[in-house]
């Protein structure tokens, strides 16, 4: 850091800047399970350089293939947070793994199923073929809650893995499915096309994790430094997400790799972002205890241990309350943060 020792010091105290070498940057990887605008205060804080302003050689990868994928990775060591639906990091948590989530950028998941014009009711959806990205994934995740707040089960539907947005609209538009389960800026495309919003998680109460940022026990033991400063990052790239909206815009185009500069692609682009900025995303990111339940509640009938569980024990949110208690967040979103 470019600060005098003494400076550097009094900055940590108040905003947990640590004292570091000129030009030191810890090497970490952060996988995400999927390429989706839910990532975009994620994708800000790297292309902003917010993480190497925390002293961070943040390598931001996807690995694809559902939060399962992801936090099967971050056990083994290949990666030192993930990003993903949250149910994955609790089943393992569960099952003896070392993982906790650290910290959940969103207050709940951003998610609909959308189904062709013809199928009006839940009831219709017997039999019927519904895409998901893959089996372990947040769209799986979701589709699942929706099935059960129907009292039916996967069993009555056919579920198709298709790997992409894109791919299941591809499919939807070809016949070869009669809904999927899509997130943003894809269910505004759908919805445009004439297809039927059949479930959405706000309208129906049902709060789950998307883009739970996940970590382990260990991993925080051995370094809470450099987690104290990954989360500070991810405080400070939400706060950059939800007052810079047109390089926010940018960021988003570029990753979701949206080569169109046609108004209606833009206008997808910046009702996905108005959503995040404005309902979805968290100012301070704690994981909501509703949403955990949520999950226990749901995987109990496979995990007898997730019966009377304390939604306490799957989060280490102790990374987030430093950093809110330093008053670092609160900086953020006073007036003279850009």
Known sequence: ?????????????????????????????????????????????????????????????????????????????????????????????????????????????????????EIKTAADVRGKRIAITR????????????????????????ILQLGSSPAMFASLEKGGIDGAVFTIPTFFLAEERGYRVLADPVDMDIDYLQNSVDTTRSYIKRNRDQALRFVKAICEGLAYFRKNKRESLAVMQQKLRIQSAQERDVKYL???????????????????????????????????????????????????????ASGFIKMLYEGEYR
């Open 1 to 117: 850091m470019r600060h005098p020792y003494a400076v550097s010091c009094a900055i940590a105290a108040i905003g947990l800047l640590a004292c570091r070498p000129a030009g030191a940057q810890d090497k970490i990887r952060v996988g995400l399970s999927s390429i989706s605008a839910t990532s975009g205060s994620i994708w800000v804080a790297e292309e902003k350089r917010l993480f190497k302003k925390h002293g961070l050689d943040a390598e931001v990868i996807i690995i694809g293939g559902g939060a399962s994928r992801v936090v099967a990775s971050l056990l083994a060591g290949e990666i030192q947070f993930s990003v993903g639906g949250g149910d994955a990091v609790i089943r393992s948590s569960l099952r003896g793994g070392d993982t906790v989530l650290a910290a959940s950028p969103m207050k709940t998941g951003l998610q609909r199923l959308m189904v062709k014009p």
């Open 270 to 324: 910046e009702l996905s972002y108005n959503l995040l900025a404005n309902k979805f995303y968290n100012q301070v990111p704690y994981a909501s205890p509703k949403a955990i339940e949520t999950t226990l509640e749901f995987v109990s009938s496979e995990e007898p241990k997730a019966r009377g569980a304390d939604p306490k024990q799957f989060v280490d949110e102790t990374l987030v309350r430093e950093v809110e």
């Open 135 to 158: 089996f372990g994934s947040a769209s799986h995740w979701v589709l699942q809650l929706f099935l059960r707040k129907w009292g039916m089960r996967t069993e009555d539907i056919q």
